[in-house]
């Protein structure tokens, strides 16, 4: 059922993408989910802070390309989330990109796991939730460079050329030029282009984009190459990707931000929907083990009365030398284990019956 609900969003969000002449770059290019999860009596408090801040950040989107929140202070139930647009994109197109992002975070399951952390990348836009406040982070640990698998099939040691030239001139351009730049290297009937855009909030733009470069240029003869980092992004490619709006992508501010309220309400619907459902499947499977419980502690209880096995604590007290240390043959999770002396038991328990 919760895949199901993921689908219809995800055709639905499709239909939005397909019917609109607007290039939103809604293409995955690495999703990362952390394997620290919120337990016990956090989860709750989390799924609530993740689902408000998600639709925090879609209200800032949709008014500026960019938002961060921070929900929950500093508890074991915190949520901090990221999210910015390309610069270039038009805002109908960021929406619809940001769309697609809520819905691919949550494969990282933080509602059905309590996973805290994760991080979308796609090449319109970029989406991360954690536990801690990482909004000015550069560099991360799981930073990666995503090369495609087609080959450049010219001059390879032209298109070296001119992605080593372009990817310096971005890294070099980007931090001056408002932490975002596009650009190309034409020649020798080869073309290149590409794009470079820090974060809001990176501390140090300049150090994450000179990372990328040094990690982009071993992408090459790929006819493409993406480095996503914490606090950035670095993209080339044989064909023009960016500027690509059209005209109904850029019209009026009213409809834009109509459609940032669709997708927004349709997100929180998905979110609602797929509380329910854990809980339910949460309640169920409790029910279920509860009632398998009853179901082995009553045939239990049935051979036990059919049994010779019924003493009293008086006889299991006598059996055992009253519980000495000596008869203790361990420690479980219901208590302690004794070695017992059956006779014992069997004539005290003769003994209290009057059969003596």
Request: charged letters at 15%; aromatic letters at 10%.
């Amino acid at each position: 059922m919760g895949i199901s609900i993921l689908l219809r969003a995800s055709v639905f969000l499709s239909v939005l993408l397909g019917s609109s002449l607007a290039d939103p770059r809604a293409t995955l290019v690495a999703m990362i989910c952390t394997n620290r999860t919120a337990v016990g009596s956090d989860r709750g408090p989390f799924v609530a802070n993740f689902v408000a801040a998600l639709d925090s950040l879609t209200t800032q989107l949709s008014s500026k390309g960019y938002g961060s929140v921070t929900n929950g202070g500093a508890g074991n139930s915190s949520v901090y989330a990221f999210g910015e647009c390309m610069k270039d994109l038009s805002q109908s197109d960021c929406n619809l990109c940001f769309a697609q992002c809520k819905i691919q975070i949550l494969r990282c399951f933080p509602f059905q796991q309590g996973i805290r952390g994760g991080r979308v990348f796609f090449d319109g836009c970029y989406l991360r939730y954690d536990d801690y406040n990482f909004f000015n982070d550069s560099l991360s640990p799981v930073d990666s460079t995503v090369c495609a698998t087609e080959k450049f099939s010219g001059n390879t040691t032209v298109f070296d050329d001119h992605v080593t030239e372009l990817g310096r001139n971005l890294s070099l351009g980007a931090p001056k030029n408002g932490s975002f730049l596009v650009g190309s290297v034409i020649g020798g009937n080869t073309s290149v282009f590409g794009l470079a855009q820090c974060w809001k909030y990176t501390n140090d733009c300049e150090k994450c984009l000179n990372n990328s470069f040094s990690r982009i240029v071993s992408c090459p003869p790929s006819r493409e190459g993406r480095v996503i980092n914490a606090g950035c992004y670095m993209r080339y490619s044989t064909e023009k990707f960016y500027y690509n709006n059209t005209a109904s992508a850029t019209t009026g501010g009213n409809s834009g931000r109509r459609l940032a309220i669709i997708l927004g309400s349709t997100f929180s619907g998905v979110a609602l929907l797929l509380i329910i459902l854990t809980m339910a499947i949460i309640t169920r499977k409790k029910a279920l083990e509860r009632r398998k419980e009853r179901k082995l502690l009553g045939h239990l209880a049935n051979n036990v009365n059919k049994s010779k096995l019924n003493f009293s604590y008086e006889a299991l007290e006598k059996a055992t030398n009253y519980f000495h240390s000596s008869n203790k043959l361990g420690q479980g999770g219901s208590g302690s284990v004794y070695k017992v002396n059956f006779l014992a038991a069997f004539l005290v328990s003769i003994d209290a019956n009057g059969l003596n």
